[in-house]
C-alpha cells in the first residue's frame, strides 16, 4: 500500500473515530499532495510524498513558534497535535547526539575549517540523511564546530 492511500484509509478511520485534529490535519495533508501531483503532471511517489508531509510539519512548527511568541497557546496547542498526527507518516528524526557525531565526522572528511565552508557540510550532510536529519540542527552544530 503507498503512502498515500495509507492517508486516504487513516483519514477515514480518523472520521468514523470523530477524531476531528487528525481528520482536519489529513485532509490538509491530502490536498497539498494533490496540489503538489497537479503541478508535476503526475501521480507522485512515496518519497515525495514524505517531503510534502516534511513541508507540512514544518509549517506546523513555525506556526506553534508564532503562537507561542504571541501568547495564544491554544492555537500553538493545535499546531503541535497536528505535528504529531503527522510524525507517525515521517521517518525518525536522528537525535542531536547523532547529528553531532554525523556533522563533526563530515567536517572531518571534507577537511573545512571556517565557518565560510558551512555551505559544504549543510549540503553533504543533508543529501546523505534527507528526510532523516533537521537542517536547523546541522546548521546549529556545524556553526559550533567550525571556528
Known amino acids: 500500500m503507498s503512502l498515500y492511500a495509507k492517508l486516504q484509509d487513516d483519514l477515514k478511520t480518523a472520521m468514523k ?11 490538509l495533508s491530502i490536498a497539498a ?3 503538489r501531483g497537479i503541478e508535476k503532471g503526475e501521480e507522485l511517489t ?3 510524498v514524505l517531503s510534502v508531509l516534511a513541508k507540512e510539519v514544518k ?5 506553534a513558534e508564532q503562537y507561542g511568541a504571541a501568547g495564544r497557546d491554544d492555537l500553538k496547542a493545535t499546531e503541535l497535535a497536528e505535528i504529531e498526527v503527522l510524525a507517525d507518516y515521517l ?6 547526539d547523532q547529528t553531532h557525531t554525523i556533522v563533526r565526522e563530515c567536517i572531518e572528511r571534507l577537511g573545512l ?4 565552508e558551512m555551505g559544504q557540510v549543510m549540503k553533504a550532510v543533508l543529501a546523505d540523511h534527507k528526510g532523516v536529519i ?3 540542527l546541522v546548521q546549529r552544530i556545524a556553526g559550533e564546530l567550525l571556528s
Open 134 to 136: 533537521d537542517g536547523k
Open 59 to 63: 509549517k506546523r512548527q513555525d506556526s
Open 33 to 35: 499532495i494533490k496540489n
Open 17 to 27: 473515530a470523530g477524531n476531528v485534529i487528525a481528520r482536519q490535519t489529513l485532509r
Open 91 to 96: 521517518p525518525k528524526q536522528l537525535g542531536e
Open 46 to 48: 512515496d518519497q515525495e
Open 113 to 116: 575549517t571556517s565557518k565560510k
